[in-house]
T-cell receptor, first 116, second 111 residues
């Protein structure tokens, strides 16, 4: 069984500062990993995904994440925060051992606040 | 292109009343379909998933049920709502292992 831990339920940064959202996973098989963003009262939107290709993955809105197998981590970063980045971010791991059900296990989310 | 529709957007229901939330997908066939519930501070909880018509897998024993009467239609139901059923319900679909596409969600408040 896989699991995801997001360190920090709430992260606050200043506009223009580095954004770092932490995600550690546990999986019995090589994982697929994902970051999603959710704006208030909306569904989740895929930011980026790691599917066993390049370990540094670039996504939308200037975000990127690096898969580090030795650390079982998939942290999300953005060099310079923008006010529009304020949202909740979810890390997820895919259950690749479950055949074709493609289940995702999500972390509890990190709420990002961007201060002017 | 594929789209996913979920309705209604918001719903206020009294305790003990029935529930029916609907999700439909367009532009694809034989998708995997999922119902998640999101409660404040608790992340996303997978409720049900379906890999085909009439095939429903339940992840959490609860007051809810799901059905898939057509290939691209997924329905979440309850016969009698409880206060604890309040939350934000999300439908999602995928055709591959490379992540989901989510609907816009339904905010359910049970009063």
């Amino acid at each position: 069984a896989q699991s995801v831990t997001q360190l920090g339920s709430h992260v606050s940064v200043s506009e223009g500062a580095l954004v770092l959202l932490r995600c550690n996973y546990s999986s019995s098989v090589p994982p697929y990993l994902f970051w999603y963003v959710q704006y208030p009262n909306q569904g989740l939107q895929l930011l980026l995904k790691y599917t066993s290709a390049a370990t540094l993955v670039k996504g939308i809105n200037g975000f990127e994440a690096e898969f580090k197998k030795s650390e079982t981590s998939f942290h999300l970063t953005k060099p310079s925060a923008h006010m529009s980045d304020a949202a909740e971010y979810f890390c997820a791991v895919s259950d690749r051992s479950g055949g074709s059900n493609y289940k995702l296990t999500f972390g509890k989310g990190t709420l990002l606040t961007v201060n002017p | 292109s594929q789209t996913i529709h979920q309705w209604p957007a918001t719903l206020v229901q009294p305790v003990g009343s029935p529930l029916s939330l609907e999700c439909t997908v367009e532009g694809t066939s034989n998708p995997n379909l999922y119902w998640y519930r999101q409660a404040a501070g608790r992340g996303l909880q997978l409720l049900f998933y379906s890999v085909g018509i009439g095939q429903i897998s339940s992840e959490v024993p609860q007051n809810l049920s799901a059905s898939r009467p057509q290939d691209r239609q997924f329905i979440l139901s309850s016969k009698k709502l409880l206060l604890s059923d309040s939350g934000f319900y999300l439908c999602a679909w995928t055709g591959t292992a490379y992540g989901y596409t989510f609907g816009s969600g339904t905010r359910l408040t049970v009063v």
